[in-house]
């Protein structure tokens, strides 16, 4: 009987892996997964090369870490498990009061140095004035809803290292770490709580400050029209595991003299015009923040009838992609490039446009990390 109950763990340890291998053969497999957003990787081709070189069995690992069995739910005990036994972040995203998901900060180790370097040096191709203003974090603004133990979050000493290096360079930085931490102390919700961008208010309130640094006028509130939509599940949600938290609102702040206002969204060669910046046909989406210009495209420029002059180059992350309608309020034009897609000259852009000035407008994590900065020119 002893050696029965001793053989116990082995017999359902063998009966599982049975299990989820036959489960796994017949299973039929999905090419995308709604929860975390993304496409799951397709069955490895096996040739000599990629066997002989280990990429096959890489490839192999990675189909069957996204088609295993009742994956989502493995995944969700996992997040779990690490929450109940103080592993709160492990992979990647603390569980936070309030329903906030928070992405744990950047490593020290990151590209600002290098990623400034490569903004003075555009600063000095172009003959423009430039402003830089970055998005402090979720974790460092909503510093109240994070856990009891986290990481440090390093955005005091990124924000004065940037601040200092542009200034000696004549290049505006707009700060805005000041008005966000008052903000959001009175309420204000400036970020999602599934995602890693800021909230359209978020997005306003950056605006506000931007056009106030130019010593222009910002388009007040009652200058839009508001919509809400319930149901917005981010990317830190997708990444984070945590699949009982509740979604988020997304809003849209339509101008009520949008009728002027179209975009062209280029793409290589090809181009094509719309009547709104709004693409609302997302909403019914997974992922809908790309209801914000269509989401990432190489080149996109707005242009507003109702503003006669004005012409602005953003370079720019998604952070800029609900910042973008408010700038259209105050310039004629705002053109939106995008590194991870554009590869021509930027600076050839900036000449040939006549532009008036240039912002760069990222998230600070975003810009820690970016590995297309360098190749501005």
Partial sequence: MRKKLMLAPLAVFLCFVFLMTVMFIVTPKSDYSSLEKRYLEDFPEAKLKSVADGSFEKGFEDYLADHFP??????????????????NGNDGVYKCSDNYLINEPVSADNRVPANLNALIDFKNKIDIPMTVMTAPSTGYIMSDKLPAAHRAYRDDETFNYVKQSLSANDISFVDLRARFKSSASSGNQLYYKTDHHWTTLGAYTAYDQLMKSLSLTPAKKSDFNISSYNDFYGTTYSTSGFWLNKPDTI????????????VEITEGDESKTYNSLYFK???????????????????ETITNENVKKGKVIVIKDSFSHCLAPFLAENFNTVTLVDLRYYKNSVSELVKSGKYDM????????NFATDTDLVWLS
């Fill in 70 to 87: 009742l994956r989502n739910m493995w995944v969700g005990i996992n997040a779990y498990a690490n929450l109940i036994t103080g592993n």
């Fill in 251 to 262: 809003e849209l702040w339509e101008s009520k003299n949008s009728g002027g206002m179209k």
């Fill in 281 to 299: 046909n997302h909403l019914d989406e997974d992922d809908k923040y790309p209801v914000f210009l269509d989401g990432n495209h190489a080149l």
């Fill in 358 to 365: 240039a912002f760069v407008i990222y998230g600070i994590d």
